[in-house]
Nanobody, 128 residues
Framework: QVQMEQSGGGLVQTGGSLRLSCSFS????????IGWFRQAPGKEREAVAC????????RYADSVKGRFTISRDLNKNEVYLQMDSLRPADTAMYYC?????????????????????WGQGAQVTVSS
């Protein structure tokens, strides 16, 4: 059973926008902290953003601060990543993930090993 299902992504020009969605209604608990990570070919997985179970206190990697927005719909059990002012360096496979130990983003939220459930990934490609 797919526990975290992603949608969105695609190809966009520099400066454009995309929105990723992550549905997690199949998870055993609705209020895990949810993170977004990305991985470009040949690079390590990188943290992008995190949001608490209550949909508050978002946290962002410095590389996306001011351009990306993470949000959460508590009724739909969905989390979104709105990506604006996209750059070629944002090109990567993007993954949503859930931290089953916490309902808030911990101080080491950027460590992907702290997350337990993962979506299937969505490709984002930004052309120059």
């Amino acid at each position: 059973q797919v526990q975290m299902e992603q949608s969105g992504g695609g190809l966009v020009q520099t400066g454009g926008s995309l929105r990723l969605s992550c549905s997690f209604s199949a998870l055993p608990y609705a209020y895990y902290a949810i993170g977004w990570f990305r991985q470009a070919p040949g690079k390590e997985r990188e943290a992008v953003a995190c949001i608490s179970g209550a949909g508050r206190r978002p946290r962002y990697a410095d590389s996306v601060k001011g351009r990306f927005t993470i949000s959460r719909d508590l009724n739909k059990n969905e989390v979104y990543l709105q990506m604006d002012s996209l750059r070629p360096a944002d090109t990567a496979m993007y993954y949503c993930s859930a931290d089953k130990q916490h309902d808030y983003c911990t101080d080491h939220w950027s460590d992907s090993t702290d997350f337990d459930y993962w979506g299937q990934g969505a490709q984002v490609t930004v052309s120059s």
